[in-house]
């Protein structure tokens, strides 16, 4: 096996992947939240109906994966789900979009 990605990942890294096109950003936090507030080029896939969402996960399967929520709190445990079922190339965005807001897009409301 390949050596596996770190578990975490920095909003300045998926800052520069997702500005080159280097990653699937899924945002799994819910729909009243994503209006809220959101990151441009995510793809909202709720935690609450990951259970539902396997066909349209696996097209994703040979892509690197870069998960996020609120906090990062169930981003991790997405993100843990994932890779124990063949996506290996899944990391979680460490702070969340609260750290996005705060340290990349300052126009990305915080809530």
Known sequence: MSNQLPME????EV??????GQIVL????EEPEF???KISGAVLMPMSR???LGPDLKQYVDQRIV?????????LRVTKWMRQNGFDNTQNM?????AWSEQIDATV???
Do not use: F
């Open 9 to 12: 990942i920095d909003v300045q």
């Open 15 to 20: 800052a520069r992947l997702l500005n080159d």
């Open 26 to 29: 899924i945002d799994c936090r």
């Open 35 to 37: 209006q809220i507030a």
């Open 50 to 52: 990951w259970a539902d």
């Open 67 to 75: 998960v996020h929520c609120h906090h990062g709190g169930r981003s």
């Open 94 to 98: 460490t702070g969340g979009i609260q």
């Open 109 to 111: 409301p915080q809530y």
